[in-house]
Nanobody, 124 residues
Framework: QVQLVESGGGLVQAGGSLRLSCAAS????????MGWFRQAPGKEREFVAT????????NYADSVKGRFTISRDNAKNTVYLLMNSLKPEDTAVYSC????WGSGSRDYRQYNYWGQGTQVTVSS
């Protein structure tokens, strides 16, 4: 069992930055790939980024590539999402998830555990 708790969301102006954190419980965190997904009101859940269990492989949605960076610290059981050059269209609830598919996946169905989410609002 893995429990995930996100933090770091908030209100930011367009062009600004935020860093989201996702703290995981359990001693097996390092065996899971981790992902970030987001969901805006009235829209479907959208893949944002994923990182392999070792941190050696990352993958991003085209909409955030070059602006967002996913990273992890297995010693701290934490995964991060650094978001730069934020745009109003980045406004959503951001959730982290853990996948036993070690290389990570863009498909939310490959994820076993989910956090509750943190709200990110970007004003224009």
């Amino acid at each position: 069992q893995v429990q995930l708790v996100e933090s770091g969301g908030g209100l930011v102006q367009a062009g600004g930055s935020l860093r989201l954190s996702c703290a995981a419980s359990g001693r097996t965190f390092s065996s899971y790939a981790m992902g970030w997904f987001r969901q805006a009101p009235g829209k479907e859940r959208e893949f944002v980024a994923t990182i392999s269990w070792s941190g050696g492989s990352t993958n991003y949605a085209d909409s955030v590539k070059g602006r967002f960076t996913i990273s992890r610290d297995n010693a701290k059981n934490t995964v991060y999402l650094l978001m730069n050059s934020l745009k109003p269209e980045d406004t959503a609830v951001y959730s982290c998830a853990a996948s036993s598919w070690g290389s990570g996946s863009r498909d939310y169905r490959q994820y076993n555990y989910w956090g509750q989410g943190t709200q990110v609002t970007v004003s224009s």
